[in-house]
């Protein structure tokens, strides 16, 4: 993998390249599938299957280390912080396209052969994303360590592992 890729210099980079391989995995898998390079707002793959043309956006999220997805909470559900930095969570937020696929790739630096990839739907990464910030929130009492007000959320492999390789989860497109 380029060394820029590697530093997380070129995050435009990586999100293409993910995309691409998503779209050529696809491909393999029985589906016309184009990228648009971040230019649709709320997804970056269209993919056809070849034989029924069942058609379905893929919102697709690369990296290269660290987290696969990151967010902030209050995408994912109503949330507060008071004047003392103590976060309080509640109701998950509505989502627009809850069975949206999302596939999360991350890329190695052994090159694209050792790339991974996560297929689930965004109410998926609600779910995931929502408890994980509440684990997290519950242990450290509802406030930031260090004092802080940061909203960030994110998903780490290990959040995502049963998703991966979850191509089958494509068959309703077949």
Same mark, same amino acid.
């Given at each position: 993998m380029n060394k820029n890729m590697a530093s997380g210099t070129s995050n435009k980079l990586t999100g293409q390249v993910g995309e691409h391989l998503v779209s050529?995995?696809?491909?393999?898998?029985?589906?016309?599938a184009s990228p648009y390079s971040g230019n649709v707002p709320g997804f970056?793959?269209?993919?056809?299957?070849s034989e029924s043309l069942k058609s379905f956006p893929v919102q697709v999220k $690369?990296?290269?280390?660290? $987290?696969l997805v990151q967010?902030?909470?209050?995408?994912?559900?109503?949330?507060?912080i008071d004047k003392n930095n103590r976060q309080t969570l509640g109701e998950l937020t509505p989502l627009k396209h809850p069975d949206l696929i999302w596939i999360l790739v991350r890329l190695s630096d052994s090159g694209v052969s050792g790339a991974r990839f996560f297929i689930c739907t965004e109410r998926d990464i609600q779910k995931k994303i929502v408890d994980r910030?509440?684990?997290?929130?519950e242990k450290h009492d509802y406030?930031?360590?260090?004092?802080? $007000?940061?909203?960030?959320?994110?998903?780490n492999i290990k959040d995502v592992a049963e998703f991966e390789n979850n191509w089958e989860m494509l068959s309703g497109y077949q």
């Open positions: 050529a995995v696809l491909g393999t898998l029985g589906y016309y970056d793959v269209t993919a056809v299957h $690369a990296s290269t280390r660290g $987290a967010s902030t909470i209050d995408k994912w559900c109503n949330h507060s910030y509440v684990a997290f929130m406030r930031r360590p260090g004092g802080g $007000a940061s909203p960030q959320a994110i998903l």
